[in-house]
């Protein structure tokens, strides 16, 4: 059984920086990718920043520059740095991951239990 446990959320001002880590455990043999997605009030969930197991990056529009996603593949942790926060960016940030356990070749997806970000003053 793999799990996601996020980490790093809470309230800061406007203009803050919060760092978000996400650890997957379990019997996993390699990750795929990992995302960073978040759900704002009144809106679906949206992606916010992918890293592949070979560290390729991918941002949402509304994050480039301010965002940065980092891993450990290693350690098969994802990291998401935010930095100069907004209200709107204020939501429910959850971790997820495509990876392939142990003794299967099919790969598998697999949610973290969201962490809230708050930014206000």
């Known amino acids: 059984q793999v799990r996601l446990v996020e980490s790093g959320g809470g309230l800061v001002q406007p203009g803050g920086s919060l760092k978000l880590s996400c650890a997957a455990s379990?019997?996993?043999?390699?990750?795929?990718?990992m995302v960073w997605y978040r759900q704002t009030p009144g809106k679906q969930r949206e992606l916010v920043a992918k890293i592949t197991g070979g560290e390729v990056t991918t941002y949402a529009d509304f994050v480039k520059g301010r965002f940065s996603i980092s891993t450990i593949s290693a350690e098969n942790t994802v990291d998401l740095q935010l930095n100069s926060l907004k209200p709107e960016d204020t939501g429910v940030y959850y971790c997820?991951?495509?990876?392939?356990?142990?003794?299967?070749?099919?790969?598998?997806?697999?949610w973290g239990q969201g962490t809230q970000v708050t930014v206000s003053s």
């Open positions: 997820f991951a495509n990876f392939r356990a142990v003794g299967s070749i099919v790969p598998t997806d697999v």
């Open positions: 379990g019997n996993i043999l390699s990750v795929n990718w």
